[in-house]
């Protein structure tokens, strides 16, 4: 027995080494790709440029692998090079910009051209010819002259289809960041409002702005956002999707860390608040940093109609965050382990309901989930025709077919349908998903402890929530840390004119955003005292005139 312990013992010893062996392996490997892709060219060296035309074209050419999209004109015998990408470059524009003002013998020298731009660095050339512009070079001189042609191709800015709101502006980002830039300039007339560029994506070149308002926004806030995005190292970044995961705290967490939004006048709203904004090429979608939990429930809408209206619709937002998460959970809680707070007048119907069903109400809820969100892909990838007629279908044939051949209870249905519903009505998608997402370990909670289970997930989300940070911020203010001056705007949506102070989140350099004096009211009731006073006769329009 001795001998096959050691003989056991040698064989494990010799395992360890080997793994060992293969870990150094593994690890190094793993680290020299790593300097690799770390010690990549990033392109931004500088290149004179050459007095012979054929070595700064073949520079050209050789950087560009010889694409077939690169077209070069030769221009005057051959001593002069036209080169643009056919793919980027507009011919019309092109024939305005270079050869017209020549035709017309404004100037027979292509540099003297009032719209050319200078340079004598070839890789400057190449990002250029990137970004759709032409190059025009000669043979003898040490300079290259830019003109940009780019080709435009975009759409017009219109609503965004997942934030229509009824009152208020309907017009939307677009894939162009220029226009978007546009958009919030028209919206932010000051010279405060300051836009930065940064290029992200090694291979990609994606432009990227960050925007804010000088003197609002807070250094320390802006310092950071521009930490982050230069910290980015990665070859593809193609959308501001891309950027949140690199920049936010905590990609682990089911809940967005940063506002996403494609309606030019709630980014104008959130800039002057004191928040930085980031935008990027291809995309309309605008990140909002920082971000609390309730500006997800907050819309355009809650403030183009009176308070209390206002009120009223965003108290019914965040009672359907309860009902989207809590709704399955507790149905299946109380049929499972607490039957007794049911009223004594729906014990009968409910027993009923379930008594034929042959499978437990976890299992139910979980089905019924899971058919919601197949319905919902569904609808979503779809055409739009096809996609509500996947919605009548599923909801109406569907539902009523697995409830005749009792594979799921008529109340089950209902509970499902209002927590999808709850859902929706969260004025963000990101949101929306986080909520879909946590029904499912809650439901696996309830079916398991029942109510003490769906209390224990309750406090989880609640701590996750209260010790998740954006940027800095605490996710969960006003509510944590408590502030009661910014629960003018949460809750409840109280008078603009009492919105004094910016909210404290933002870390604004400037807390005052209005002056709540309101002198015209002051003055008429000043005037009514003096009219309802004794002794006195009211004045009349002809005295009060002169």
Not at 38 to 51: A, H, I, L, N, T
Not at 151 to 170: D, I, L, M, Y
Not at 259 to 287: F, K
Not at 415 to 437: G, H
Request: proline residues 6%.
């Amino acid at each position: 027995m001795l001998g096959i312990f050691q003989f056991i013992r040698g064989k494990l010893r010799l395992g360890d080494v080997k793994m060992g062996i293969f870990t150094r392996i593994f690890r190094n490997n793993r680290d020299k790709l790593a300097d690799r892709h770390m010690s990549e060219p990033s392109g931004e060296k500088e290149v004179q440029c050459s007095r012979r035309l054929s070595e700064n074209v073949k520079y050209i050419l050789d950087a560009f692998h010889q694409t077939n999209d690169l077209k070069i004109r030769i221009l005057k015998r051959g001593d002069a090079a036209l080169l643009y990408f056919e793919s980027l470059a507009e011919h019309e524009k092109i024939h305005e910009k270079i050869f017209a003002p020549l035709e017309m013998g404004h100037t027979d020298d292509v540099f003297q051209l009032p719209n050319a731009k200078k340079t004598n660095d070839l890789e400057e050339a190449v990002r250029t010819l990137l970004r759709g512009h032409a190059i025009y070079m000669e043979e003898g001189k040490k300079e290259i002259s830019q003109f940009s042609v780019t080709s435009s191709f975009g759409r017009t800015p219109e609503e965004p289809q997942n934030e229509k709101v009824v009152r208020g502006a309907h017009d939307g980002f677009v894939e162009n960041m220029m226009t978007n830039i546009n958009l919030i300039r028209k919206r932010v007339e000051h010279r405060d409002l300051t836009i930065k560029y940064f290029k992200l994506g090694k291979k990609t070149n994606t432009n990227v702005s960050v925007i804010y308002i000088d003197g609002i926004a807070d250094p320390t806030l802006v310092q950071e956002v521009e930490t982050r995005l230069h910290s980015v190292d990665s070859d593809m970044i193609h959308s501001p999707g891309h950027v949140e995961e690199f920049i936010e705290d905590q990609s682990n967490s089911p809940f967005p860390q940063m506002l996403n939004t494609e309606r030019p006048d709630r980014v104008a709203a959130n800039l002057v608040e004191g928040r930085v904004a980031i935008m990027a090429e291809g995309s309309p979608t605008t990140l909002i940093a920082p971000a609390t939990f309730f500006m997800f429930y907050q819309a355009p809408d809650d403030y183009n109609m009176r308070w209390f209206t206002g009120t009223f619709v965003r108290l019914i937002r965040l009672f359907s965050f309860i009902i989207a998460i809590g709704l399955p959970a507790f149905y299946i809680s109380v049929v499972s382990f607490h039957f007794e707070v049911i009223p004594d007048e729906l014990i009968i119907p409910v027993k009923a309901s379930i008594n034929e069903i042959a499978y437990p109400p976890i299992v139910e809820a979980l089905v019924m989930v899971i058919i919601i969100e197949l319905i919902r892909e569904a609808g979503i990838r779809l055409p739009a025709p096809i996609g509500q007629t996947i919605g009548i279908v599923g909801g109406l044939v569907i539902g009523d077919a697995v409830v005749r051949a009792g594979l799921v209870s008529n109340i089950m249905v209902i509970v499902v349908a209002l927590t999808a519903i709850a859902s929706f009505v969260v004025p963000s998608n990101e949101l929306s998903t986080a909520l879909r997402l946590l029904t499912f370990p809650l439901i696996i909670l309830a079916g398991t402890l029942g109510f003490i289970g769906i209390v224990f997930g309750m406090l989880i989300i609640l701590t996750h929530l209260t010790r998740l940070h954006s940027f800095g911020v605490p996710y969960f203010a006003p509510l944590a840390p408590l502030s009661l001056v910014d629960l003018k705007d949460t809750f409840v949506r109280l008078p603009m004119f009492m919105m004094k102070l910016r909210p404290k989140d933002a870390h604004a350099l400037k807390p005052v955003a209005l002056d709540p004096s309101r002198e015209w009211k002051n003055r008429d009731e000043q005037n009514q005292s003096k009219q309802g006073s004794p002794g006195e006769q009211p004045s009349s329009t002809t005295d009060t005139k002169q």
